[in-house]
């Protein structure tokens, strides 16, 4: 079975930097169409933060545009986020997803905690 394995969560300073890692674990065939990661913070709605397609393009949320970058191995179904400039508006947990079309996220990761803070 298809699972999303996630890592490099932790607590940070202010301004300071954190790398999440995506790996697959489980066969698949082909590549996932689209990668990317969700965060959801305490109180709040679960919100879209970055995705790369299979052929590269990528976007990301107005909040982390210029801070995050988001990049992926297709093939090994992997991606990371590079995390810069880290505010504590960014303290949340962090889940990478994939789909295997376009649309809906077909599997999740378990999460992991993001704490910014002095």
């Known amino acids: 079975q298809v699972q999303l394995v996630e890592s490099g969560g932790g607590l940070v300073q202010p301004g300071g930097s954190l790398r999440l890692s995506c790996a697959t674990s489980g066969r698949i065939f082909g590549i996932f169409n689209t990668m990317g990661w969700y965060r959801q913070a305490p109180g709040k709605q679960r919100e879209l933060v970055a995705t790369s397609t299979i052929g590269g393009n990528t976007n990301y949320a107005d909040s982390v545009k210029g801070r995050f970058t988001i990049s992926r191995d297709n093939a090994k179904n992997a991606v990371d986020l590079q995390m810069n400039s880290l505010k504590p508006e960014d303290t949340a947990v962090y889940y990478c997803?994939?789909?295997?079309?376009?649309?809906?996220?077909?599997?999740w990761g378990q999460g992991t905690q993001v704490t910014v803070s002095s």
């Open positions: 997803y994939a789909a295997t079309t376009w649309g809906s996220p077909n599997y």
